[in-house]
């Protein structure tokens, strides 16, 4: 067991929004893992699709004003993000670590109390322009308005990274992106699959799923949250081109966009959140999982290979550090390109074990203790400093 809370007894961990159950949500989880007494705070926190939080929560006045919103609209409320994170109170916390690809960063803490960035990435919506709007009956409003509002936030989110202490990216890819935006050097700490997604499921329990939502034999996957940047709109047409069948796991606001996209085609199934157990059913009996997004670094593509599954993924990003083309899956970086991949698409052409293998290169395990050595060094460091400062004070 870890003794990380000899060192830091208490610790905080920021969150962006938890409403849709995600890689950083698992990268969260994990490092509860080796700081189980750690608190939450979040910008806003929806209990229902996070039944296993064990740890207290805090939410930001977010969370009170969208009770009286439609659902889903605080995502329009972006002017009250500085304000939200600024707000928390994090005093008598002797570690924080903002575990965000958001604005997490933004936290106000102590003198002596370090803050660790774990970026997964900097905030798409402000560095690379993705609005995640057009499933929203308000884009034409919210377009518009975010242009002057990114302008604003962009300002905000370069001032708040002098507020970091220590920066972590999860892949070279994001290192790259943080010392580009922010001038920041960063140490890379792969995240890691959970040792359940190596683990065949028992067979009565993989047909009960199987029987539960009538899955058929010959299918291809999309596990993934729905929003614009995540491109499932480019699985989608590809899987109706070459007549294959497609299922997509995954809940989000670009939902009803994407299946406007796919109705009359029966081929194409959206079955919305799945617990892990039954992703898992999922991932092992699809022919190859389709991942069409730029990503910082992709843990469903490793939960895949874990699982024995391929993955066909876009040539960009962070899969290009875990997906090993022509032994893992392929990448491809047009529509087109998908499309040919599919039509000439066979399972048998890769190797189960190899693929497997690979995967174990990047499992929750190694991550913990990558995390755990990084967190010691972060105390020795800080200790360091303070009797720098204690030796400072006694000579004058």
């Known amino acids: 067991m870890s003794d990380l809370h000899k060192l830091f007894p208490k610790v905080a961990l920021i969150a962006d929004q938890m409403v849709a159950y995600g890689g950083a949500d698992r990268e969260l989880f994990a490092v509860l893992k080796i700081l189980p007494n750690a608190d939450i705070f979040t910008i806003t926190f929806e209990q229902s699709k996070y039944p296993g939080v064990q740890s207290n929560v805090h939410t930001s006045f977010v969370q009170k004003i969208s009770r009286y919103l439609p659902k889903g609209f605080y995502r329009h409320l972006k002017i009250f993000t500085p304000w939200a994170y600024e707000s928390f109170d994090l005093n008598g916390y002797d570690l924080v670590i903002s575990i965000s690809a958001g604005p997490g960063k933004g936290v106000i803490t102590g003198l002596n109390q370090p803050h660790i960035a774990m970026v997964m990435t900097p905030p798409r919506s402000l560095w690379d322009k993705e609005l995640n709007a057009r499933g929203s009956k308000l884009k034409r409003i919210y377009e518009p308005l975010s242009h002057i509002l990114n302008t604003y936030m962009r300002v905000w989110d370069i001032s708040i990274s002098k507020r970091v202490d220590y920066w972590t990216a999860n892949s070279k890819f994001i290192a790259k992106k943080i010392q580009k935006i922010y001038r920041k050097e960063s140490t890379v700490i792969y995240p890691g699959v959970e040792?359940?997604?190596?683990?065949?499921?028992?067979?009565?329990?993989?047909?009960?799923?199987?029987?539960?939502?009538?899955?058929?034999?010959?299918?291809?996957?999309?596990?993934?949250?729905?929003?614009?940047?995540?491109?499932?709109?480019?699985?989608?047409?590809?899987?109706?081109?070459?007549?294959?069948?497609?299922?997509?796991?995954?809940?989000?606001?670009?939902?009803?966009?994407?299946?406007?996209?796919?109705?009359?085609?029966e081929n194409i199934r959206f079955l919305g959140y799945v617990k892990d157990e039954e992703a898992i059913v999922f991932l092992r009996l699809a022919k190859v999982l389709l991942f069409c997004g730029i990503e910082d670094f992709g843990l469903i593509p490793l939960e895949a290979?874990?699982?024995?599954?391929?993955?066909?993924?876009?040539?960009?990003?962070?899969?290009?550090?875990?997906v090993k083309a022509g032994i893992t899956g392929?990448?491809?970086?047009?529509?087109e390109e998908l499309l040919s991949l599919l039509i000439n698409l066979d399972k048998n052409r890769y190797n189960?074990?190899?693929?497997?293998?690979?995967?174990?290169?990047?499992?929750?395990?190694?991550?913990?203790?990558?995390?755990?050595?990084?967190?010691?060094?972060?105390?020795?460091?800080?200790?360091?400093?303070?009797?720098e400062r204690c030796k400072g004070s006694n000579s004058m």
Request: hydrophobic share 35%; with cysteine.
């Open 195 to 265: 040792e359940k997604y190596f683990k065949k499921p028992e067979e009565l329990f993989m047909k009960k799923v199987k029987g539960k939502y009538k899955i058929p034999d010959d299918y291809v996957l999309v596990f993934s949250r729905l929003y614009d940047y995540k491109k499932v709109d480019v699985a989608i047409r590809a899987c109706i081109a070459a007549e294959k069948n497609l299922i997509v796991l995954g809940e989000g606001p670009d939902r009803k966009y994407l299946e406007k996209i796919a109705e009359g085609h």
């Open 305 to 322: 290979m874990a699982c024995g599954t391929p993955v066909f993924a876009y040539g960009f990003g962070g899969v290009l550090e875990t």
């Open 352 to 387: 189960t074990d190899k693929i497997i293998a690979h995967a174990q290169e990047f499992t929750e395990k190694k991550f913990l203790l990558n995390l755990e050595k990084y967190l010691k060094q972060v105390y020795a460091q800080e200790k360091g400093r303070k009797n």
């Open 330 to 335: 392929e990448f491809f970086q047009t529509e």
